[in-house]
């Protein structure tokens, strides 16, 4: 088992920053490669960005890409995401999500592939 918790959101202005955090506990968070999704109202859980726990791939949604980095600290148990130039878009429940010991460089981007889930932070963005 692996508790993550996710830290960071905020109300932001358009062409802001933000820098969520994903912290773990319970188990080296090393051994898992990680996600961050996001959620709006009324919408669908969406993919934004994947980090391998090899450490050496990542992968991100067109709408982030440029703008969004995820980094991963081990000795820390954390997962990083910087979010640069936000747009009100960007606007919602923000995920990590953890999968233990898939393949090394394995990038998991749909949420079924992932079996634990920290509980969000909101990121509201405004024009």
């Known amino acids: 088992q692996v508790q993550l918790v996710e830290s960071g959101g905020g109300l932001v202005q358009a062409g802001g920053s933000l820098r969520l955090s994903c912290a773990a506990s319970?188990?080296?968070?090393?051994?898992?490669?990680v996600g961050w999704f996001r959620q709006a109202p009324g919408k669908e859980r969406d993919f934004v960005a994947a980090?391998?726990?090899?450490?050496?791939?990542?992968y991100y949604a067109d709408s982030v890409k440029g703008r969004f980095t995820i980094s991963r600290d081990n000795a820390k148990d954390t997962v990083n995401l910087q979010m640069n130039s936000l747009k009100p878009e960007d606007t919602a429940v923000y995920y990590c999500?953890?999968?233990?010991?898939?393949?090394?460089?394995?990038?998991?981007?749909?949420?079924?592939?992932?079996?634990?889930w920290g509980q969000g932070t909101q990121v509201t963005v405004s024009s």
């Open positions: 319970g188990r080296a968070f090393s051994r898992f490669a």
């Open positions: 980090i391998s726990w090899s450490g050496d791939t990542t």
């Open positions: 999500a953890a999968e233990h010991e898939p393949p090394w460089s394995a990038l998991l981007i749909t949420p079924d592939e992932y079996d634990y």
